[in-house]
């Protein structure tokens, strides 16, 4: 999510820009009209009141005035399609921003849910090591030291259930002729996974029993 948030901020970065463009366009496109409107203004202005006399100056005047028209009709052609282009750029800019807050709404929920699964796993952790500390002491040295080397290259975990003839730790399936070792071997005897190494904890499903 946060990598299609960063996406969609990249595309809005781009969509501003485009508008903002277009905008200095359009007000451009308006600037270049504005004299032209005040010219053709102007010149209407002389026509009518009649103060141009001379009938060659009143007739080049009426020719400027078409001329002007024409002039501002296309000008005002071009902006028209470049308002069109704003409008098209702000609906395509907006739709991105929209996007974006959905986004935003659903990176605060996992946002949220992640925490709290954290800070369970936090206190979950935090009982499993009072746990710990209570059962440790009653651990042989020895069985604790190996425990934790096994441990150490085990992923954190040194022993495993053997749960119906399997060492739930690697899956492996133990073989015939050491299920009878195991099944000979006395309570207290550490019984190890020959593929891990991880000690075997016996149960009542260990599949021992014949
Ligand atoms: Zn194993």
Known sequence: ?????????????????????????????????????QRLARNEKRIADGTVSDPKALSSLI????????????????????????????????????????????????SAKRDQQLSELDSEVAERRTERDRIAPDVPADLMALYTKVATTRGGVGAAELRQRRCTGCSLEINAAELRQFAAAPEDEVLRCEECGRILIRTAHSGLQP
């Open 63 to 110: 020719e400027e005035v078409d001329h002007l028209r024409k002039r501002i009709a296309k000008l005002e052609d071009a902006e028209l399609e470049v308002m069109e282009q704003v409008e098209t750029a702000q609906a395509g800019r907006d739709r991105l921003r929209d996007q974006a807050a959905v986004v935003d709404e659903e990176l605060s929920a996992l």
């Open 1 to 37: 999510m946060q990598a299609r948030r960063a996406t969609l901020a990249d595309a809005l970065v781009a969509a501003d820009t485009a508008v903002s463009d277009l905008e200095l366009e359009q007000s451009d496109a308006e600037s270049e009209l504005e004299p032209v409107r």
